[in-house]
Nanobody
Framework: VQLLESGGCLVQAGGSLTLSCVASVITFRPSVMGWYRQAPGKQRELVASESRGGNRDYADSVKGRFTISRDNGKDTVYLQMNSLNRDDTAIYYC?????????WGQGIQVTVSS
């Protein structure tokens, strides 16, 4: 199974961006899908995740600004990011969990300029 991310780019502070991640296998049916990020010199951290049942979890730093959503029929997860600031600059990774196995995307760069 591959997780294919898209949507990363350079954006100005205060702007918005939407990331997408789709699983390469149609019948994947992951229990949890989410986004993590890793900034230079920092550890990878959870940004947001959503269970198949719709339970969502967010990092405190993005609450009120980011929204995660899933399309279970397409095994796709989205991350709508608003009011971006320079602290959001990082490589964003899609993560999925299915039957005890964790899968990661290759990562996509998001750069917020001032």
């Amino acid at each position: 199974v591959q997780l294919l991310e898209s949507g990363g780019c350079l954006v100005q502070a205060g702007g918005s961006l939407t990331l997408s991640c789709v699983a390469s296998v149609i019948t994947f049916r992951p229990s949890v899908m989410g986004w993590y990020r890793q900034a230079p010199g920092k550890q990878r951290e959870l940004v947001a995740s959503e269970s198949r049942g719709g339970n969502r979890d967010y990092a405190d730093s993005v609450k009120g600004r980011f929204t995660i959503s899933r399309d279970n029929g397409k095994d796709t997860v989205y991350l709508q990011m608003n009011s971006l600031n320079r602290d959001d600059t990082a490589i964003y990774y899609c993560k999925a969990q299915s039957f005890g196995i964790t899968y990661w995307g290759q990562g996509i760069q998001v750069t917020v300029s001032s």
